[in-house]
């Protein structure tokens, strides 16, 4: 992550950049996630976002820092940027077909399959912005990967890994080796077969 400076100048600009730095899930480096007040009327007016947040009276570091209302611009233009998720290509087709909501109200689309906007895993705010054509979310099809597998000699099914950086077989599904297409086709030969990895 980048390190942050910031210049504030008031309790309220202080408990503003606190603010947006403890839902990003940052705590102070003692591990709280308070105000600090006493801090502040102490003569603290740099804020410092590292792995935790520290401060102090003078920029004593040295380094680099910006105007509360730099920092503010930026939490503005960084919020415009849409944010990408992906999925596998059935759960896309599921969301579109929720989101084209025929026959339906998008709220009702959405009553109806409660239970799997649940079950995916970014989130039912992202999903619900999503399907109410919010431009600063963008949902796509993650690219497929693909494994090689044959059969051996008793009939079990294996799959190509690596060990110590050269292929060999691996009988868990989850310890082999998978790619997109184009570097699959690179490792397969006549006794391994390609097939698509199913999420």
Do not use: C
């Not at 990003?24 to 007040?37: C, D, T, V």
């Not at 054509?133 to 044959?150: H, N, Q, T």
Request: proline share 4%; charged share 25%.
């Amino acid at each position: 992550m980048t390190k942050t400076a910031v210049h504030v100048t008031s309790l309220e600009q202080w408990k503003s950049v606190l603010d947006i730095w403890f839902k990003q899930g940052y705590e102070w480096h003692l591990g709280a996630q308070e105000y600090n007040e006493s801090a502040f009327e102490q003569g603290g007016r740099f804020l410092y976002l590292d792995d935790d947040i520290t401060y102090n009276i003078t920029n004593y570091r040295y380094e680099p820092f910006i105007e509360y209302s730099e920092f503010m611009a930026q939490q503005k233009e960084d919020k415009k940027m849409a944010k990408v998720y992906e999925f596998s290509q059935s759960v896309f087709n599921e969301l579109q077909r929720i989101k084209a909501h025929e026959g339906t109200s998008l709220i009702g689309a959405i009553a109806s399959n409660a239970q799997f906007i649940e079950s995916i895993v970014v989130g039912n705010k992202a999903i619900l912005r999503y399907l109410a054509d919010d431009p600063a979310i963008e949902f796509k099809v993650k690219e497929p990967l693909y494994r090689l597998g044959r059969i051996d000699d008793v009939g079990d099914v294996v799959y190509m890994g690596f060990s110590f950086g050269s292929p060999t077989w691996v009988v868990p599904e989850a310890d082999a080796f998978t790619a997109p297409l184009e570097e699959i086709k690179k490792w397969q030969t006549p006794a391994w077969e390609i097939e698509q990895v199913e999420e």
